[in-house]
């Protein structure tokens, strides 16, 4: 990767506003719906979304081995699948089209009015394909805790989740993209103090602070990744909130864990933010102990630091801003979980979305969950209107936003913002 993309000086002639996520440094992937309801593949400079599927018409891509369709379609999945050389050449000529200094586009008319769109013209829609979804349960301090509210204090920690990065396969049909609104789920619970179950609505609908890594075609099934080539496979991340439904969850994950509970809806941030686009905010993950097994052993720095929150905007309300986190709370780096899922020869394809889990930091005001924040109910959350929560009630809209910073340059995701409406009955 060259050094120049990065390069913390480097302007667009395309306006970006001061703090915007997206300097010409960032260069995120999506896909959207033209203002001629057109759908393509794109990228964006501050509040301007580029269509690539237009400039690889016009030739600006001569000179790099790409289809003539790659950027014509309705998910990334084949330009992922063409690996990260290939993303390389590609985010490296954007980011030369838009430089300050390149006369190419900038001077012609007739080609950004085909290009270039504000982001009231588009509608951004999922960005792959997902074929498969695993969700992981890798912070620390969420993982105890959950165990010290469910469990022993002393034993938050189950004896294998500081030797795996534990996780689970969910479902990838209800994922969504941002601004989608979602329903109240129903299900099965076991109300306190009752003996048998009872069905209707969840009364305890939680938000989930998390991130999640998109995949390009890892391996063959049989075949495995190490952890040291594990993040050549990784296109890049989004924001990811993945919904539960606590009381729903509560009856029904003994013996297999999560089932209704999670795979009503989980939303991500329509923008894929590449791994070179992260790279200046490159920093250590927490130290393991015990050390991992050599299959997951790692040194250097390995994870981001990216400042992750989220906050509650009631029906007509304004918003409150609940949590506070970084995914460099991390315990399990993304290659470690990557090295894990493949370890016993399970494919990975691209387009597969792998979720962090829920991101806790060390203080209260930095719990990535509803579960946590207000404690099992115990401590409600006050909003800036007055009104207190213990889990998302119906017409609220949890938005989350993630950023990394590091003296004038900023790159971040977005944001990632869903309603919950109603049970339908």
């Not at 440094?25 to 269509?51: C, E, H, S």
């Not at 769109?117 to 588009?122: L, Q, S, Y």
């Not at 040194?299 to 905007?313: P, W, Y």
Request: negative net charge; contains cysteine; aromatic residues 10%.
């Amino acid at each position: 990767m060259s050094s120049s993309t990065n390069d913390p000086s480097r302007k667009s002639w395309i306006a970006v506003p001061q703090h915007s996520d997206f300097p010409i440094q960032n260069i995120p992937f999506g896909v959207f719906l033209t203002r001629d309801d057109i759908i393509t593949i794109g990228t964006r400079i501050g509040d301007y979304a580029i269509d690539l599927g237009a400039l690889h018409q016009l030739g600006y891509f001569d000179g790099i081995e790409l289809t003539e369709d790659i950027f014509l379609q309705d998910s990334l999945n084949d330009f992922i699948s063409d690996g990260k050389k290939t993303w390389r050449l590609v985010r490296k000529r954007i980011i030369e089209i838009f430089d300050a200094v390149n006369p190419k586009l900038r001077d012609n008319e007739a080609h950004r009015n085909i290009v270039l769109f504000t982001m009231d013209e588009i509608e951004m829609k999922l960005p792959v394909q997902i074929g498969d979804y695993t969700d992981f349960y890798s912070s620390k301090e969420h993982a105890t805790n959950i165990g010290s509210m469910f469990r022993d204090p002393e034993k938050a920690l189950l004896p294998n989740w500081l030797h795996i990065p534990v996780g689970y396969h969910g479902r990838s049909s209800t994922i969504i993209p941002s601004g989608t609104p979602i329903r109240r789920p129903k299900g099965q619970t076991l109300p306190k103090g009752a003996e048998n179950p009872e069905f209707g609505p969840s009364k305890m609908v939680d938000f989930e602070l998390e991130m999640a890594f998109i995949t390009t075609d890892a391996n063959k099934m049989g075949e495995t990744i190490s952890v040291t080539e594990a993040e050549d496979y990784i296109f890049g991340l989004v924001l990811f909130n993945d919904w539960s439904a606590r009381d729903i969850q509560k009856w029904e994950y003994v013996p297999l864990g999560p089932f209704l509970a999670k795979n009503f809806a989980s939303s991500i941030s329509p923008w894929i933010v590449t791994l070179d686009a992260l790279e200046p905010f490159r920093t250590d993950s927490p130290k393991q102990d015990p050390d991992p097994l050599p299959y997951l052993k790692l040194e250097g720095k390995n994870s981001f630091d990216i400042q992750l929150e989220a906050a509650i905007s009631p029906k007509d309300g304004s918003p409150t801003t609940v949590a506070r986190s970084n995914f460099k709370y991390m315990y399990w780096t993304m290659a470690q979980q990557l090295a894990h899922h493949t370890v016993n020869g399970c494919q990975v394809n691209s387009g597969d979305m792998m979720g962090s889990g829920t991101i806790s930091g060390p203080t209260a005001d930095s719990y990535g969950s509803m579960l946590e924040l207000a404690w099992q109910g115990t401590k409600p959350i006050t909003l800036n209107g007055g009104e207190t929560r213990t889990s998302i009630q119906d017409y609220d809209t949890v938005t989350m936003r993630g950023y990394c910073e590091k003296g004038d340059l900023r790159i971040g995701f977005g944001e990632v913002s869903t309603q919950l409406l109603p049970a339908l009955l």
